[in-house]
């Protein structure tokens, strides 16, 4: 229900009143004498603009409580008197979905209360013709195309063809002819009112019914007994809109059913180019070149041209003849959906075989390049080993190393660290191991075996120093705290050698990321053998040689476990370059 604090005026319809906004609840114009109940029921709220010969008006219904529209004649000539009249005819009969609706008792006569009257204007004993509507909700297609004006999808537009011929239907089988089809008289009904604010949807455009309005230019021309005696023939209103009505409507000629489909024909073209019909004609022949300017079928394209024929005898003759294309062409939209739909399907299926091809032979190399470091590293661990232990042990390197480095070289922390042949073993095992790491080529690597060999030694003797100085300070220190970062220290020990070599290698991306991923992966995977006890604790740890001389158990102890940590470096390479770089990297860390 409408309240006075919604509406606190309310307007004359008067439209030579001189002060029209007047107060809610007076029941005559203060300044006219105009009533303001009309036809004791509707309110006057305010005007909306002009259509033609009338005045526009929102009205408050009090028998519905629904807002509705008033047009108020303003032209007092015979004709607009005619063709207002007719208007009214139309909208009382025709029910139909497509045409506004009014009640019979909505068209009246609105009567001036007193006799005064004002210079230039209606005399005193005017009559003002009035007709009441149902308000439409929602957006023109003129509206529409404001929202899009480089031209509506096919989509929208065959829908509103389809619905546009449905109501051409029944005003022909009524034998009235709109005369005034285009883009600002076509509106899509629609549950919201904000129009324009919010852009139009493809499940509004497609779904919402469409509407004709402004039938005060129909034209009837079946039997004029379907009129009221009243309204005998006249003479025929000639009405234009440029760019939209056919040839003979324009030159005052017969016109039949084959103007509205002109007019449609026009408008929907306007509809799919974004362009003017006008703008769009051959100077020379008057037709419209517009095929080139939007995205249309052929068969929809043949019947717009085919509405729009200059000759009226090369129009369809009836909404029926259309509307059977109409069926075709929405049969060939639903293959062609249907088959788009299955090109789309093909070409998704296509792309994502593609995306799993590439991650499984992505996957594959990777497996294949990470096992061959892994082999390639175990080997040359082993063989830098045994190579290490031979000169270690028995050979006078070996003895001339150990008295270099008795003279407390090493002494870390007051710790009784004794450090000697077994430094030729680590280099030796490092040096070998990062060779053969980087003679693989693998991970995008630089190759520069002088480099690596050097980084190599001298990882793998730091990852060693690191394991004697953590061997030696669980049992010299006892602390809980301390003892345990010894612990750590000499869990670590295998993960910094590794890191360091890695450093050598020429990884052309996030090196010292690499680095750490790989100290802790390999640290993580040789504490993980140590809880399994699948190996021998000796196969775990840097060099033990309990005489002068390895025993053959010892032997291959130590060459076992740097071939294991060769292999183990090489894997948790392999992962470091095929998971945590890309990650990085989708990370923005360059």
Excluded at 117 to 137: A, D, F, Q
Excluded at 282 to 292: H, Q
């Amino acid at each position: 229900m409408v309240h006075q604090s919604d509406f606190p005026t309310i307007h004359c319809i008067n439209p030579h009143c001189p002060n029209p906004i007047q107060s809610w609840g007076n029941k005559y114009c203060q300044s006219c004498g105009t009533p303001l109940l009309l036809n004791d029921r509707y309110i006057p709220l305010k005007p909306l603009g002009l259509g033609g010969f009338a005045k526009i008006y929102t009205v408050w219904d009090l028998r519905t409580q629904t807002e509705r529209i008033l047009k108020v004649l303003i032209e007092a000539s015979p004709k607009a008197l005619e063709l207002f009249d007719q208007e009214a005819w139309v909208l009382t009969h025709l029910r139909h979905p497509g045409i506004p609706q009014a009640e019979p008792g909505d068209y009246f006569y609105l009567q001036k209360r007193n006799n005064n009257s004002y210079p230039g204007h209606h005399p005193t004993n005017w009559r003002l013709p009035c007709l009441v509507m149902e308000k439409i909700n929602g957006l023109t297609l003129e509206e529409v195309l404001e929202q899009h004006p480089e031209g509506c999808p096919q989509e929208w537009v065959i829908s509103w063809l389809t619905k546009a011929i449905e109501i051409l239907w029944e005003l022909h089988r009524q034998g009235i002819i709109h005369r005034d089809i285009k883009p600002s008289n076509l509106m899509l009904r629609m549950a919201r009112t904000d129009r324009q604010l919010i852009p139009l949807q493809r499940t509004e455009a497609t779904n919402a019914p469409l509407v004709a309005i402004d039938l005060g230019g129909a034209k009837q021309i079946g039997p004029w007994r379907k009129f009221p005696p009243e309204m005998p023939p006249k003479s025929s209103t000639r009405l234009i809109s440029p760019g939209y009505s056919p040839p003979e409507q324009m030159t005052g000629g017969e016109i039949g059913p084959p103007a509205d489909f002109f007019a449609l024909g026009r408008t929907c073209i306007h509809l799919l180019t974004g362009k003017y019909p006008a703008d769009l004609e051959d100077p020379s022949t008057g037709e419209l070149e517009w095929r080139g300017l939007c995205e249309v079928n052929s068969s929809c394209a043949n019947l717009l041209d085919l509405m729009v024929n200059l000759n009226v005898k090369d129009r369809p003759k009836t909404a029926a003849e259309i509307s059977v294309r109409l069926a075709k062409i929405h049969r060939y939209q639903k293959r062609a959906t249907g088959a788009i739909a299955l090109v789309k399907i093909g070409r998704g299926l296509k792309k994502l075989t593609n995306i799993i091809s590439k991650i499984i032979d992505r996957t594959v190399a990777g497996c294949l390049d990470t096992l061959w470091e892994a082999v390639l590293g175990g080997i040359g661990g082993c063989v830098g080993a045994s190579l290490g232990l031979v000169l270690a042990y028995w050979s006078a390197l070996g003895d001339a190393i150990a008295d270099i480095l008795a003279n407390e070289w090493f002494q870390i922390a007051d710790l009784p660290i004794t450090f000697g042949e077994e430094v030729l073993v680590f280099a030796l095992a490092g040096l070998f191991t990062a060779i053969a790491l980087t003679d693989t080529g693998s991970f995008s690597q630089d190759r520069r075996y002088g480099w690596a060999a050097f980084m190599g030694a001298i990882g793998y003797v730091v990852g060693g120093l690191c394991w004697e100085v953590a061997k030696v300070g669980v049992f010299v220190f006892s602390s809980a705290d301390e003892v345990m970062a010894f612990e750590l220290l000499g869990k670590l020990s295998v993960g910094i050698a590794i890191a360091i070599l890695s450093l050598g290698l020429g990884l052309k991306s996030h090196k010292f990321a690499q680095a750490v991923v790989v100290a802790v992966g390999v640290a993580m995977v040789f504490v993980g053998l140590e809880s399994v006890d699948i190996f021998p604790r000796s196969y775990l740890q840097f060099v033990s040689v309990s005489g002068s001389t390895p025993s053959l158990f010892e032997f291959v102890a130590n060459i076992g476990f740097f071939g294991l940590l060769g292999s183990v470096g090489g894997v948790c390479l392999g992962a470091s370059h095929y998971l945590i770089v890309p990650v990085l990297r989708w990370l923005g860390l360059r």
